[in-house]
Nanobody
Framework: QVQLVESGGGSVQAGGSLRLSCAASVYRYSRYCMGWFRQAPGKEREGVAGIDSEGSTSYADSMKGRFTISQDNAKKTVYLQMNSLKPEDTAMYYC????????????????????????WGQGTQVTVSS
């Protein structure tokens, strides 16, 4: 069973930065993507960014230029660097992972679509004050 453990959330003022981390334990898959979702109170969960095992990335339009996803393959850890934070970025942020069958095309896109996610983390809260 894969476990995803997030860290790095917290409170920050608008314009500030945070870096989220997600460590995957017992991750045997070599063909995968990992990503970040967020969910604000009363809103649907939305995909933020994804990165696949080959290093390709995908971002939601509203996060491009402010958020950067990266990974350390040796540590099986994915990071989300968030800059120029806005109050509307306040949400619970969830780490996610998708494993690909041998015949499937590896892509970061499924890690921004809830219906495709195989594994979820517990979430880490990000609060941005104005």
């Amino acid at each position: 069973q894969v476990q995803l453990v997030e860290s790095g959330g917290g409170s920050v003022q608008a314009g500030g930065s945070l870096r989220l981390s997600c460590a995957a334990s017992v991750y045997r898959y070599s063909r995968y993507c990992m990503g970040w979702f967020r969910q604000a109170p009363g809103k649907e969960r939305e995909g933020v960014a994804g990165i696949d095992s080959e290093g390709s990335t995908s971002y939601a339009d509203s996060m491009k230029g402010r958020f950067t996803i990266s990974q350390d393959n040796a540590k099986k850890t994915v990071y989300l660097q968030m800059n120029s934070l806005k109050p509307e970025d306040t949400a619970m942020y969830y780490c996610a992972a998708v494993s690909f069958a041998w015949w499937a095309t590896v892509s970061p896109a499924p890690c921004r679509q809830s219906k495709d996610v195989n594994y979820w983390g517990q979430g880490t809260q990000v609060t941005v004050s104005s």
